[in-house]
């Protein structure tokens, strides 16, 4: 029998002071390093993990194509999807979200296939997790552990580093529940814990610190972030931003556009950080083009709320071009994701462009759209192969002298000016009025 795995919460601790210092247990908290908690646990060392995927139909419309994406999601996170259980429930279970059936049948297909974890594509409690992991002897992961790990994974930067990790322990504070009561209460210790503190109540005590400490942190990085902005405004330099799903090639683009060298892969969550470039446009002078973080179904509440710093390149932007992968089936469910994402961290009102890239996979020609005003609907570019871009140039040069010419220009702090008019097209979207 396998040996049964150590509560999240311990296995997130550990995780997070593995390399620096003596951890929580000791009163001290080293995450220099956003922790990844989806770990090599085959026996042979270089193996990728081995993982069984769940996905329960509980009348969602998505389902399919939010368990297509929890593959790719695995894959990314650099296991090895092996195969998946599917079902149907009118709602969950309290104990094991899928039920006591269900969970035979995942225990029965973890002996026959030698899983290392199981991914659930769906947000479990923490009580249900605990429960699973128990039954199952092994490691259960849900939608939203995954990606916070995957973003572990990839934060290169000091700021999305310290971005991940508020992340990971503003999700992990939920968990600690039960997580140490192996352990006697602990005496008290000179700086440490009082009287008679549980060793829980030091580690929530530890995080609540290190929370406090972050945030500090991300203020200051945005007050950064504010001087740049005014620096720009008062030079009246136009900020554009490029948003859109994970994956929809908004890297490729940025690089294309401004030739520069950001990493960009066929993966998702590729980029964490904004990188922003000077990109000057014959007829309209200088604008600061921008890139950004992608967008998912079912984004994490808590990386939402620690990426803010991050976001306020979006939030602050005078344009968003918003790069859509046009050979996607999901391509409209994509592009509502983004608007609702959008619409949570205040950036709704900001004009917006619909770019659809990737057109070479489709054969579709490089193109301006516009409605019967001339407004402009979409571009079809492919940032490949380097097609449509003079397109999308004449597009940005026609928005910034626009923009200018009615003055809305975003303010360089928190009172951006809103559009006066939007105009809705079919996709969603908002487009600058030409």
Do not use: C
């Not at 997070?16 to 995450?31: I, S």
């Not at 042979?44 to 995927?53: E, M, Q, S």
């Not at 620096?231 to 330099?237: L, M, N, T």
């Amino acid at each position: 029998m396998r040996t049964p795995p150590a509560p999240l919460e311990q296995r997130a601790v550990a995780d997070a002071a593995r390399d620096d210092g003596p951890g929580l247990a000791a009163g001290h908290l080293e995450t220099d390093r956003p922790a990844s908690r989806f770990r090599q646990t085959s026996s042979t060392a270089t193996a990728a993990p081995r993982a069984l995927l769940v996905s329960l139909d509980l009348g969602r419309i998505d389902a399919e194509a939010s368990l297509e994406e929890l593959i790719l999601l695995v894959d990314s996170a650099g296991a090895v999807p092996v195969s998946v259980i599917k079902g149907k429930r009118t709602s969950p279970d309290a104990t094991t979200f899928a039920g006591s059936g269900k969970v035979d049948e995942i225990a029965l297909r973890i002996a026959a296939e030698a899983i290392d974890v199981v991914v659930f594509d769906h947000a479990l409690s923490p009580a249900q997790q605990r429960n699973l992991e128990k039954r199952l002897q092994v490691n259960v992961v849900d939608r939203t552990a995954l990606i916070l790990d995957i973003f572990a994974q990839r934060a290169k930067s000091h700021e999305g580093k310290v971005q991940v990790e508020l992340a990971q322990l503003s999700h992990l504070a939920t968990r600690l529940v039960r997580g140490w009561t192996h352990l006697e209460r602990q005496k008290g210790g000179i700086g440490l814990r009082g009287p008679g503190e549980t060793q829980l109540e030091t580690d929530r005590r530890l995080i609540g610190d290190r929370v406090r400490a972050l945030k500090a942190r991300l203020e200051k990085l945005e007050r950064q972030r504010t001087t740049q902005r005014r620096a720009r405004a008062r030079g009246s330099v136009i900020s554009v931003s490029l948003v859109g799903y994970t994956n929809a090639g908004k890297s490729t683009l940025f690089n294309a556009l401004t030739h520069a060298e950001a990493y960009a892969a066929d993966q998702l969550f590729a980029t964490l950080d904004t990188t922003s470039r000077r990109l000057y446009l014959e007829g309209a002078g200088q604008i600061v083009l921008s890139d950004t973080v992608g967008f998912i179904r079912d984004l994490p509440h808590s990386l939402i709320e620690a990426f803010k710093a991050t976001l306020e390149e979006t939030i602050h932007a005078d344009l968003l071009l918003h790069v859509v992968d046009v050979a996607s089936p999901q391509r409209d469910d994509q592009i509502a994701q983004v608007n609702a994402v959008l619409a949570e961290i205040g950036a709704a009102d900001i004009p917006q462009i619909i770019v659809y890239n990737k057109i070479d996979s489709v054969g579709l020609p490089a193109a301006i759209e516009r409605n019967a005003r001339g407004t402009i609907r979409r571009v079809s570019v492919s940032a490949k192969l380097a097609t449509g871009l003079p397109e999308l140039r004449n597009v940005l040069v026609e928005s910034a002298l626009a923009l200018r010419a009615q003055g809305r220009l975003a303010a360089p702090l928190d009172d951006a000016v809103p559009l006066e008019r939007s105009e809705t097209s079919e996709f969603g979207s908002s487009p600058i009025v030409a």
